[in-house]
């Protein structure tokens, strides 16, 4: 049973607080929107105390538009809690100890200056049970946001909203079109990626200065008598609302584990002992480490992409994501929907405007697949945009074959935009690849469009059916291993070729033969030198296009296209070599 096509004017990846809160912003606007969340994949929005601090650091530096994103995220919460009857933002105030003379003189500037009255209050020289030896700070407008309690309340929303999609995002699923974007089953006007540190290797968005730092808490019980205030004095002790504490945080770049660690468990209770005068009895309950979404520049990456503006982002809130998130949030919302500017110190405009280089990079970054899929997109869309036949008949309108079916990206590609216009078939020698590419078919509902063939492509005459031998389409070959497996197990020079000779028959007047060779790989350049030569032979009704490699080096891949004329002539010579 196929799945009906879900059109949304927004499709949100990832259901952290970002992705959340702009969800949310976005539905209060009467946009319809569609969020998908790998429930798999780690989220620093579950791990993270949600700690709302408007003056941080050493120097007690009061956050940037702090009148304008304290009374924004207040709102927010206090909407939601209204929704849904439940509290996520509890008020506690905090305690900030002073290591030194000079913190003591920061805090002496800070409150002779207005902006900070409202988040500073008096220096307390000694406070029972805490080792203080230069005082206390008061600090004001403190507390945290419950955001496990809000994340699953907005996780029901939006499942009773028939908005939330619980599944794995794959890039390589993503199709952009002129009006859109397509993933699977869902066709949106736009994408936004709220994926936290994993935008970093977002192919369109690779270009950001990311800086993500690992971070680690714990969740503890105590018998002893802990204050009721936030503790912060390097390392922090959060009371909960349910009798429980939490206490962090450590700080890495070093990603070679997300994994909570033994070494990072004692820096915390060494840092939490230090911070009283006398030892406290404790229990920890849970240990979790986190990701923090960091930026180079310590502000956010909002916008859309420079080049293609059906792609988004919505990310990098650090550390400071329950504060910054309901005002970016709305500004975001406020730019997708009537237009006004993105806030300049959030726009990644800045980033594109201070390194123009990053622009060519990130279109370098499009992958080749990709590159073929838009170039041979106006013929599939020109062909089948004419009348259909019967439908008992389709398979007669549009043929196309796959012949390295690989994982299913090309054969996905296809069967996407031929679906009832025709059929596809698709050849792999090893089973790995047709299981991976029926998987990726069946996820989309297009494995009926669809036939898949364990065998050779040297073997396409046997399994073409006979009626289509001369009237085949569009036929793809991307030639080498299979990524993610063995990469020994690689198409051989031999059986390419035999493939080669067969698509000659197969094709149709004004089909086309897409070829992506791959010389940097053990055996690949002498399968590619064939190819090559191959295309030196062919016969008159057919012309080639040479397209031009994404790097000049010998190793780059080579991208071929062959078409096939309804007749020899001098406006498609035998061979026509054009780099483009």
């Known amino acids: 049973m196929r799945k009906t096509i879900h059109c949304t004017n927004t499709l949100i990846i990832g259901q952290g607080l970002a992705g959340s809160l702009l969800a949310w912003q976005l539905m209060q606007q009467g946009q319809q929107i569609s969020i998908v969340c790998d429930e798999a994949a780690p989220c620093a929005s579950r791990v993270a105390a949600g700690l709302f601090n408007p003056v941080t650091g050493q120097r007690l530096v009061l956050q940037e538009q702090a009148a ?60 029972d049970s805490i080792r203080a030896p230069h005082g206390v700070c008061e600090q004001q407008q403190t507390g945290y946001l419950d955001t496990n309690a809000l994340l699953d309340r907005l996780r029901t929303f939006f499942i009773q909203q028939e908005s939330y999609f619980a599944d794995h995002f794959d890039f390589a699923d993503l199709e952009i079109t002129s009006n ?25 968005f690779k270009w950001l200065p990311f800086q993500p ?49 033994p070494a990072a468990k004692t820096e915390l209770l060494n840092g939490l002992q230090k911070l009283f005068l006398t030892p406290v009895n404790i ?127 090309d054969t996905l590609f296809l069967a996407r935009h031929i679906q009832n216009h025709g059929q596809v078939f698709a050849f792999d020698i090893q089973k790995q690849a047709i299981d991976n590419t029926f998987k990726r078919l069946k996820e989309a509902e297009l494995s009926d469009y669809t036939t898949l063939c364990c065998c050779g492509h040297e073997e396409m005459l046997e399994h073409i059916p006979h009626a289509f031998v001369g009237n085949v389409n569009l036929i793809m070959f991307n030639l080498g291993y299979l990524p993610q497996a063995d990469k020994t197990v690689i198409t051989q020079t031999n059986s390419t070729i035999q493939a080669l000779n067969a698509s000659i028959q197969l094709i149709a007047p004004n089909g086309h033969i897409s070829i992506l060779a791959y010389p940097g790989h053990a055996g690949g350049a002498r399968e590619t030198d064939a190819v090559i030569s191959w295309l030196e032979t062919l016969p008159a009704s057919f012309s080639m296009i040479k397209h031009k490699s994404l790097h000049d080096n010998p190793h780059s891949p080579r991208w071929f296209e062959v078409i096939r004329h309804n007749a020899p002539t001098e406006t498609h010579p035998k061979k026509f070599i054009a780099d483009k």
Request: hydrophobic share 30%; proline share 6%; glycine share 6%.
């Open 213 to 261: 730092a690992k971070g680690e808490i714990l969740t503890l019980t105590s018998d002893s008598a802990l204050p009721t205030q936030i503790i912060n004095g390097g390392k922090w002790l959060l009371p909960l609302h349910n009798g429980q504490y939490k206490t962090g945080a450590t700080y890495s770049h070093n990603l070679s584990t997300i994994e909570a660690t």
């Open 68 to 127: 304008h994103i304290i009374p924004s995220a207040r709102r927010c919460y206090q909407t939601l809690e209204t929704q849904f009857d439940e509290a996520f933002f509890h008020d506690i105030p905090m305690l900030r100890i002073l290591n030194n003379d000079n913190e003591r003189q920061s805090l002496y500037k800070r409150c002779q200056d207005k902006a900070y009255t409202p988040y500073m209050g008096q220096h307390i020289d000694t406070v």
């Open 180 to 204: 859109g974007v397509i993933w699977k089953h869902i066709h949106a006007k736009r994408i936004i990626f709220c994926q936290g540190f994993m935008d970093q290797t977002n192919p369109w």
């Open 283 to 409: 229990d920890v309950i849970r240990q979790q480490a986190g990701v923090r979404p960091n930026t180079r520049d310590k502000h956010p990456f909002i916008g859309l992409h420079p080049e293609k503006p059906q792609i988004g982002i919505f990310n990098g809130f650090g550390s400071k994501g329950s504060m910054l998130i309901p005002h970016y949030a709305q500004a975001f919302t406020d730019h997708l929907t009537h237009g006004t500017p993105i806030p300049h110190e959030a726009d990644i405009i800045r980033i594109s405007d201070s390194n123009k280089k990053s622009r060519t990079k990130a279109q370098a970054r499009l992958s080749l697949t990709e590159r073929v899929h838009q170039n041979l997109l106006p013929h599939i869309q020109a062909a089948c945009s004419t009348p259909q036949k019967p439908d008992n008949d389709r398979q007669h309108n549009y043929i196309a074959i796959d012949a390295t079916a690989g994982n299913g990206h």
